[in-house]
């Protein structure tokens, strides 16, 4: 087709989503995130989301549309301690994660006195036969999960989520959002390089031809380091993800705004001089119609006409962004950030929201669940799931 049309046929450079990049998308998501979702639940369930796509070689579809029936729930023993695991039981889509839900937080409590038989290493917990069904990751509204066919509810729609997270990723500050491969792709690279045989490998990817996983999944940089090979030095694992993380172009000062002087510029031209003239003679249609079948006519156009105006600000807004350059200020600790929406969480969230607010500090601690720490954080993680976002907020 491109012979006849002519299409690029210039293919994107493959990004991934390395432990930088991830922290940086979820201190964005907890931490400094101007965005309000219809539900508060909705930033727990994303988060727990993007982990799954980090920590297993889940697929998407397979994540949205996972019901408890396909997790296996198990307490076993780690260091003398009761260990909960949860894991699917598909084999495509294996892996050790966090499910909260809105009754988990009774369950928790259970858990933590909970321990294997006597002379056994694990204990299977088995789902209430009413929640089987279940989504464990629902689509959400204003009023909690989506009710679709009593009991369940509706499941969590993967195009959906696509959108979202890359909405995330551009408020985090990268460039060109981010695709949910990329998490894919840095996990089956570490996998790669972490010792397993080719059947492991191949067995936790779910592919059945080694060439997909070469081909579509494993980046062309070497993870050899070559002065190290011919030095005889220890090998190193790191030597590409910095690069891997470049991949994603974050770069804390992006602009949300176009500056006054470039606007004041576009409105020079052409295009959007033609678009303005026509809102100016839509809005006056609208105030001098003589029916309301042609009223409602003109305020379609307006809105129309609206839309594209916002289209031509935002495409103008992207053509900027893509060429700022990162300003590296090696003298500041941190970079100014000085966009109303980058103080939002500090001068508004914090102070509506205390699970937030707490929350801010205590999920970026590495301490075990079973701390006070992170109950507490368990505990708010719960909160926001089960608060009616429109009293509490």
């Keep these: ?108 409590d259970v858990l933590t006195t909970i321990r294997p038989p006597l002379g ?126 470049a991949s994603m172009g974050w770069n804390p000062g992006l602009l949300r705004s176009l500056p006054a002087r470039v606007v004041e510029e576009s409105k020079q031209r052409q295009d959007y001089i033609e678009l303005r003239e026509q809102v100016e003679v839509l809005s006056l249609g609208i105030k001098t119609a003589v029916t309301e079948e042609a009223r409602e006519e003109q305020k379609i156009q307006l809105s129309r006409t609206y839309y594209r105006l916002r289209r031509l600000r935002d495409m103008e807004l992207e053509k900027y962004k893509k060429g700022q350059p990162r300003v590296y200020d090696t003298q500041c600790e941190t970079y100014d950030e000085g966009d109303w929406r980058r103080s939002y969480f500090d001068r508004v969230v914090r102070h509506m929201i205390p699970e937030r607010d707490r929350l801010a500090d205590t999920l970026v601690l590495a301490v075990p669940l079973r701390s006070p720490e992170g109950i507490s954080a368990l505990e708010d993680l719960i909160a926001l799931l089960k608060n009616d976002s429109r009293v509490a907020y």
């Excluded at 894919?184 to 570490?190: H, T």
């Excluded at 070469?214 to 011919?230: F, K, P, Q, R, T």
């Design 120 to 245: 056994e290493k694990y204990r299977i917990l088995e789902w209430a036969d009413d929640v089987l069904g279940d989504p464990v990751f629902p689509e959400m509204s204003e009023n909690g999960p989506i009710p679709q066919t009593r009991p369940t509810f509706k499941d969590k729609n993967k195009d959906a989520w696509g959108h979202q997270c890359s909405d995330w990723a551009k408020r985090a500050n990268f460039l060109e959002g981010i695709g949910l491969h990329a998490a894919r792709r840095e996990e089956l690279i570490k996998v790669n390089d972490g010792g397993y045989s080719l059947s492991q490998v191949m067995k936790f990817t779910g592919h059945r031809n080694s060439k997909t996983l070469v081909g579509h999944y494993l980046d062309d940089i070497s993870n050899v380091g070559g002065a190290a090979a011919y030095l005889g030095l220890e090998p190193r694992r790191d030597v590409t993800e910095d690069f891997r993380s």
């Design 1 to 108: 087709l491109r012979f006849k049309i002519p299409l690029s046929i210039i293919e994107n450079e493959p990004t991934f989503l390395t432990i930088e990049n991830c922290v940086h998308m979820q201190e964005k998501h907890w931490k400094n995130d101007h965005h309000n979702y219809i539900h508060e639940g909705i930033r727990v369930f994303l988060s727990r989301l993007l982990n799954m796509h980090c920590y297993t070689s889940a697929r998407l579809q397979e994540i949205c549309l996972a019901k408890y029936q396909d997790l296996l729930c198990m307490v076993g023993w780690k260091d003398g301690e009761p260990d909960i695991k949860l894991g699917f039981k598909r084999d495509l889509a294996k892996g050790m994660r966090d499910t909260p839900k809105k009754e988990f937080h009774a369950m928790w």
